[in-house]
Nanobody, 126 residues
Framework: MVQLVESGGGSVRSGGSLRLSCAAS????????MGWFRQAPGKEREGVAT???????TYADSVKGRFTTSQDNARNTFYLQMNSLKPEDTAMYFC????????????????????WGQGTQVTVSS
């Protein structure tokens, strides 16, 4: 059974940084896309960033230049480095995975993903 476990959330001041981790286990993906999503209270879940087997990353316009994805294949762990955080980045952050290299139009769509973690809370105060 595939399991995704997020960690690294917390509370920071505006302008601060956090690094989220997503530890994946129970899978042998040959080809995959790993996505980071977030959901703020009263809002729909939105795609933030993705990375795939080929180390290709995709970012939502709202986080470009501030957030960076990376992966450590030896540790089956995926990361989201978040810099210059803003209060509007406050949300529950989820990692998700699917056994496919998604085309660009699909990468930030939550319906494209099969496996989901439980989430980690990020709170940014002004």
């Amino acid at each position: 059974m595939v399991q995704l476990v997020e960690s690294g959330g917390g509370s920071v001041r505006s302008g601060g940084s956090l690094r989220l981790s997503c530890a994946a286990s129970g899978y042998t993906f040959g080809t995959y896309t790993m996505g980071w999503f977030r959901q703020a209270p009263g809002k729909e879940r939105e795609g933030v960033a993705t990375i795939n087997t080929y180390d290709i990353s995709t970012y939502a316009d709202s986080v470009k230049g501030r957030f960076t994805t990376s992966q450590d294949n030896a540790r089956n762990t995926f990361y989201l480095q978040m810099n210059s955080l803003k209060p509007e980045d406050t949300a529950m952050y989820f990692c998700a995975a699917v056994e496919a290299a998604l085309v660009p139009s699909e990468r930030l769509q939550d319906r494209s993903y099969k496996y989901w973690g439980q989430g980690t809370q990020v709170t940014v105060s002004s």
